[in-house]
């Protein structure tokens, strides 16, 4: 039998944590809350979470540090609730390491759909025989399917689990072009839900950690008006 997932829920409004609580749990989930920055470190050091629903704004720090902590222990998927909508919040959410992002208020059965489509795509990908190489080589770039692992020149890389998944997806499809809407349903498996937004900071992050020159990319290609491609020169 498979083990109940663990869901760490960082919010300090108590009735918006506790409705989170009830919903998942009553949905298959273990869930457990925190309401401060400092508390959801402990939890999460104690529980060894696989999704962390995380409250930018708390009374002892800002959600977007604490993101950045968690992000530097562990690669678990994190996704961010915040009250301010705008596009600066996302991109900051975002580029310190979040996986997904809502804006408040948000609908119950959309966040089970974004959770329970994360976890359907990790255990297909664990599953499933791969027919893909386990090693891609471009030049400098090595792309490990196996390991999670990427060098340039010699020297590994540093990616979250969704920045491997969307590099490897585009490398695998060399020279295919897909739209945001396709990586967000390949990679982030919901399309109907999520903000292509995602896909343009992904992009970005790994332009910066893969490209000599991010500004003028030899991997990963806009295709303007149509989304991106993976190409080498």
């Known amino acids: 039998m498979n083990r109940q997932k663990k869901i760490v829920i960082i919010?300090?409004?108590?009735d918006i944590s506790r409705i989170l609580r009830d919903y998942l749990t009553k949905n298959n989930y273990e869930a457990a809350i925190a309401g401060t920055g400092q508390d959801g470190l402990k939890i999460i050091d104690l529980?060894?979470?696989d999704f962390i629903i995380l409250d930018i704004m708390l009374p002892d720090m800002d959600g977007i540090d604490l993101c950045r902590e968690i992000r530097e222990r562990s690669n678990v998927p994190i996704l961010i609730l915040s009250a301010r909508g705008s596009d600066t919040d996302k991109v900051l959410g975002l580029g310190f390491g979040a996986d997904d992002y809502m804006t408040k208020p948000f609908s119950l059965s959309e966040l089970l759909a974004r959770i329970n489509a994360h976890f359907r795509r990790y255990d297909s990908m664990a599953s499933a025989p791969s027919l893909d190489p386990d090693t891609?080589?471009?030049g400098r770039l090595a792309i490990d399917k196996k390991a999670y692992k990427v060098t340039v020149d010699g020297e590994e890389v540093s990616l979250s689990a969704k920045e491997f998944e969307l590099l490897y997806h585009l490398a695998s499809h060399k020279n295919q072009v897909f739209t945001k809407a396709q990586l967000l349903d390949a990679i982030w498996g919901y399309a109907n839900y999520g903000d292509?937004?995602?896909v343009t900071v992904y992009i970005r992050r790994l332009r910066e950690k893969l490209e000599a020159d991010p500004s003028s990319p030899v991997y990963l290609k806009t295709v303007w008006g149509v989304g991106y491609k993976f190409s080498v020169n």
Request: no cysteine.
């Open 196 to 198: 292509e937004n995602t």
């Open 136 to 138: 891609l080589r471009f």
């Open 47 to 49: 529980l060894q979470p």
């Open 11 to 14: 919010e300090d409004e108590k």
